[in-house]
């Protein structure tokens, strides 16, 4: 069974940083893209960043571009964002997902059971 596992969450003021990670549990997978995606409360789901896995084309929302940036490390199949001048309105539970190679409709089949960011104004 694949999983995959966030860390990195945490509590931080107006302006700070945090790195937050993504590794799979359980079993190795060919991925075609891995993403972040956040939900506010009361909020639904939104798409913060991707990246293509092997060409490593990067995609953010409006909303964080040029604040966060989101990485890759191949040999560890693991995701970063890393995120800087964070504010209140970055404040959510943070997912993690992937469109494995064994996805059958080219959609997000893998996700993480999400981490919380909350940033104090």
């Known amino acids: 069974q694949v999983q995959l596992v966030e860390s990195g969450g945490g509590l931080v003021q107006a302006g700070g940083s945090l790195r937050l990670s993504c590794a799979p549990s359980g079993r190795t997978f060919s991925s075609h893209a891995m993403g972040w995606f956040r939900q506010a409360p009361g909020k639904e789901r939104d798409f913060v960043a991707a990246?293509?896995?092997?060409?490593?084309?990067?995609y953010y929302a409006d909303s964080v571009k040029g604040r966060f940036t989101i990485s890759r490390d191949m040999t560890k199949n693991t995701v970063y964002l890393q995120m800087n001048t964070l504010k209140p309105e970055d404040t959510a539970v943070y997912y993690c997902?992937?469109?494995?190679?064994?996805?059958?409709?080219?959609?997000?089949?893998?996700w993480g059971q999400g981490t919380q960011v909350t940033v104090s104004s």
């Open positions: 990246i293509s896995w092997k060409g490593g084309s990067t």
């Open positions: 997902a992937a469109v494995s190679g064994n996805s059958e409709t080219g959609e997000y089949d893998y």
